[in-house]
């Protein structure tokens, strides 16, 4: 045991004594004050450097005493780990009732989860909508998911001999791709088509080629459409002659049909 | 500063009656003094972080029972803390290491005076070794609790003449033993 002989210790100082100088230390006054106020007189040197050490002790209590002083986090770090209290009941006011049944975490105790918990319907909810809409946005038009462009697929319909070439000329060229397939071979084409021009010159006649096709559809569609022209002016003109005729007879109906009733009329005039 | 004794006793009646805002004042009132206690009983930062948070919940738990008409909540929540470190050093009694007497200055900061606060700390705390658990208590709670000798003698259950007697003769103590370290062996 740690028991320290100190009887002999303040025999000049009573117990009261010391601990007025004690309290007078914590009321901030000065040694000097703080034994007067204790009604400490007549010491000695040693008694007055033995009272003075353990003076000394008491500022030395005080001063670190103010050292230590709770982190903040302390306020806020709070009670994630410890359980919430669930035995409280308390008559909170009415509208905090209904979202606490009675049990809440002062604010002050409370993490800014706990707080988000809490509020999540009014702070939540916008962003979480915003962010979806923005989301769904990005979604529909990102390439990835845009759908692809309708495909020529097969006709359902027979093609004539005409068209039928004309489609054959048309795929001999290069042209813009229908389907992702055949834009990437079409790509790949013009790029080793390309790479080929860099570095050698166009053969002739295949340039030849190129162009006698290219030029022989376009007069080919060119004479379709003279023809399509040529056709309807002419389904036009038959359709003009057939009115013709048939207004002509119903003219020829009609004054004879005048004729005989002003024959008639005149007759009866007469 | 501490409000009027009428403000006060209002601010635990309305924190009593489920005011959270009347407690959170408490709470900022007194984490202080409470927390300064249990770390000098623990000489853990994190250990007194922890029963100093579950001081105050259990203190926020038990208010609706709680009955005394005093101005001041401070000797029922040392009360709760006291009871708290009694269980909680059953399971880990602090043991007084150097580095442990080292990590008892809060400062962050290893400046010099910072490390003579440290030297002069760790002598104390080496000094404190020598008084009994209840002296020990009392002066921890007279000087880093700032509790009134009434105080103390409610919260340990004593009488007060007892505890002013305990305060004195720790601090004779204590000055003997910062004279003549040998005397701590």
């Given at each position: ?34 034994c ?13 450097l ?19 002083v ?8 709070a ?22 049944n ?8 409370a ?57 054959e000329?048309?795929?001999s ?9 055949e ?36 007069e ?5 459409e ?26 020829a ?18 | ?14 924190a ?6 009347a ?9 202080t ?5 249990i ?6 930062k994190?250990?007194?972080?922890d ?87 009392v ?36 000055q ?10």
């Open positions: 045991m740690n028991e320290i002989q100190n009887n002999n210790q303040f025999d000049f100082l009573s117990d009261e004594q010391l601990l007025a100088l004690l309290d007078a230390q914590g009321a901030g006054k000065d040694f000097v004050t703080a007067r106020e204790a009604a400490i007189e007549g010491l000695s040197e040693d008694d007055s033995e009272l003075k050490a353990l003076w000394d002790i008491g500022t030395e209590l005080h001063s670190w005493k103010d050292t230590i709770p982190p903040p986090p302390v306020l806020d770090r009670l994630l780990s410890t359980p919430m209290i669930t035995n409280f009941s308390a008559s909170f006011p009415a509208h905090e009732q209904a979202s606490m009675g049990v809440e975490t002062p604010f002050s105790l993490t800014p989860y706990q707080l988000f918990l809490r509020e999540k319907w009014k702070v939540g909810a916008p962003f979480a909508a915003f962010f979806l809409i923005v989301a769904v946005t990005f979604a529909m038009k990102s390439p990835s998911s845009r759908p692809a462009p309708l495909a020529i697929a097969t006709p359902p319909y027979e093609l004539s001999g005409k068209e039928v070439r004309t489609m000329a048309a795929s060229l290069p042209r813009v791709a229908l389907h992702d397939s834009m990437q071979d079409t790509l790949a084409f013009n790029e080793s088509h390309n790479a080929e021009t860099q570095t050698a010159p166009l053969d002739k006649e295949m340039a030849k080629s190129v162009s006698f096709t290219e030029d022989s559809v376009n080919e569609n060119n004479v379709d003279m023809v399509l022209a040529l056709s309807v002016e002419a389904d036009a003109d038959a359709e003009f002659l057939t009115q013709i005729d048939e207004d002509m007879t119903l003219l109906l009609e004054n004879e049909t005048m004729g005989s009733m002003g024959t008639t009329y005149d007759e009866e005039q007469m | 500063m501490e409000p009027e004794n009428q403000t006060l006793k209002d601010i635990i009646l309305q009593k009656s489920g005011d959270r805002s407690f959170d004042t408490l709470y900022r009132m007194y984490l003094p409470v927390y300064r206690y770390f000098m009983r623990l000489r853990n994190q250990d007194a972080e029963v100093a948070q579950e001081t105050f919940l259990k203190a926020y738990e038990a208010l609706p029972r709680y009955r005394d008409e005093r101005p001041t909540m401070l000797p029922y929540l040392f009360t709760i803390a006291r009871n708290l470190l009694i269980n909680h050093t059953k399971k880990k009694r602090p043991e007084l290491m150097e580095h442990e007497i080292m990590a008892l200055q809060a400062g962050t900061e290893d400046t010099a005076k910072e490390a003579k606060d440290n030297e002069l700390h760790g002598a104390l705390v080496r000094a404190m070794e020598v008084l009994t658990d209840v002296e020990r208590e002066i921890e709670l007279r000087f880093f609790g700032e509790r009134s000798y009434s105080e103390i003698a409610v919260i340990m259950e004593k009488r007060e003449d007892a505890i002013r007697q305990h305060v004195a003769r720790s601090m004779k103590k204590l003997g033993v910062m004279q003549n370290p040998e005397q701590m062996i």
